[in-house]
């Protein structure tokens, strides 16, 4: 792929703009940096055939996984791939700030309304904003740093204990190498963490590491192990990695020396960590798992110094407080008429009364009012609504609040990205299904909408003529039928508290 030359300004000026998802920014920032080498762009359909065909590049050079940006196909409708005028399109990041210019070469459908679209790209802007921008070095300027000899690449997509860290010290005393450590700080870098929740928890253990060298990499989790492991051996080795450590065998071939280390085990008779099988069973304590450390952390309790040093476990604390003190999202779904509404309002009140939250409720009607005016009823626009809650809901429990929606948000896909954004804020998310049968909801009727709908006055209605995806992945279910309004309430708070969200209390008054 060729670079391209300088784009005259009127060109940039015209041309249209596209905020791509976050782990294809991602991707972009690895190509702008060079750590992408020999890659120098969004690959074409050419590239795409013979990566998944013979694990190279259309021109012959190795690569082991597509990297790839899809746009609407509207867009790229507009775009001539033959017209060096009108071929550039500038890509944004998600505040709308220019980061890159990709002279599209190659255009192709992908699905109904999504287009691929492939070529080089090049920088624009001052090279981006956000915390710990001075760790984030290109691999020319890391390479610089380095001493000569070998270097030991970690990629440290997870807060390090003492059994990681033990592992990382002897690889490096064996090897007699310098340490690179690889923070992954993508979107999704698979740690569970705000990527700047990760680096301070990387750097709480820095006393506890051979002398080493820190880089924030902006690496995404990607779905398949295989191609994951394949693209962050590749990204090390771009870095000047010599010798990877790892946990899986898939990464051999990948260009690097890889480390496998053997488990370790806590030896309770001098307070070391050794291999495991070097230990009498007796004397051995295994490493916690992450489900482990997470309970500890939802619960409040503390994490045992034998396992995680104070200064990593004070910043796990940090990003992972115990649940009554963490944000949520209350997320109630359900046909209309349900009594979903109702349940939010009583579940509001009840953890008002407590006082121990702020409590925000975003019921269905006031949100079409204020923040969804202009909205119908079309999946799309039912979709953004769901899509606009579920953003408020997120930066609510973001600072630790509470969120209560109850829209009806019938689709699914819709539901999942709500709970997803809840997840990326460092937040719960309880999804709770009013099931009341449809039969009911419409004897309820209160607005009078089921009546308009089987009159042929009212369409798109949920349940008549628009289907309800019902969940599979609630996390309490209620049908109000026969259920009182208050005891529905109480079964959430009841959840709520049997899962430690929210401190049991006795009535006041």
Known sequence: ?????????????????????????????????????????????????????????????????????????????????????????????????????????????????????????????????????????????????????????????????????????????????????????????????????????????????????????????????????????????????????????????????????????????????????DIPPRNRRLALTQAEIDDLLDRGFPLPEWHTPPAVAKELVRARPPRRYRGLVVFLTGLSGSGKSTIARGLADALREQGERTVTLLDGDVVRRELSAGLGFSKADRDANVRRIGWVAAEIARHRGVAICCPIAPYAQARATAREMARCAGAGFLLVHVATPLEVCEQRDRKGLYARARAGLLTGMTGIDDPYEEPTDADVVIDTSDLPIDEAVQAVLHHLTETGWVEPRHPTV
């Not at 006393?207 to 090390?236: N, Q």
Request: without cysteine.
């Open 1 to 277: 792929m060729s670079n391209g030359g300088v784009l005259p300004d009127e060109v940039l000026r015209d041309a249209p703009a596209y905020t791509p998802r976050p782990g294809e920014l991602a991707d972009l920032e690895l190509l702008l940096t060079g750590a992408y080498t020999p890659l120098t762009g969004f690959m074409t359909r050419a590239d795409l055939v013979s990566v998944s065909r013979r694990g190279r590049l259309a021109d012959g050079a190795p690569w082991p996984v597509p990297v790839t940006l899809q746009v609407p196909a509207a867009l790229a409708q507009g775009l001539d791939v033959r017209d060096p005028a009108r071929r550039t399109l500038v890509l944004t990041d998600g505040e709308g700030a220019p980061v890159a210019a990709l002279e599209v070469t190659d255009s192709w459908q992908v699905r109904d309304g999504v287009a691929g679209v492939g070529g080089p790209v090049r920088r624009l802007g001052d090279g981006g904003h956000g915390p710990f921008q001075r760790l984030r070095r290109t691999p020319e300027e890391v390479r610089a740093l380095l001493p000569p000899g070998r270097v030991l690449g970690v990629i440290a997509d997870r807060p390090l204990h003492r059994p990681q860290l033990a592992q990382i010290a002897h690889a490096a005393r064996t090897l007699g190498a310098h340490l690179l450590v690889l923070i992954p700080v993508g979107e999704d870098s698979g740690s569970g963490l705000p990527p700047e929740a990760l680096v301070r928890s990387i750097f709480a253990a820095r006393d506890r590491m051979p002398p080493a060298t820190l880089v924030a990499v902006p690496l995404s989790h990607r779905r398949e192990e295989i191609s994951d492991a394949l693209l962050r051996a590749r990204v090390s080795a771009a870095y000047g990695v010599t010798h990877l450590l790892s946990t899986g065998e898939m990464l051999s071939g990948a260009g690097l020396r890889v480390l496998i280390p053997r488990e370790l085990a806590y030896d309770n008779r001098d307070g070391q960590w050794r291999w495991r099988d």
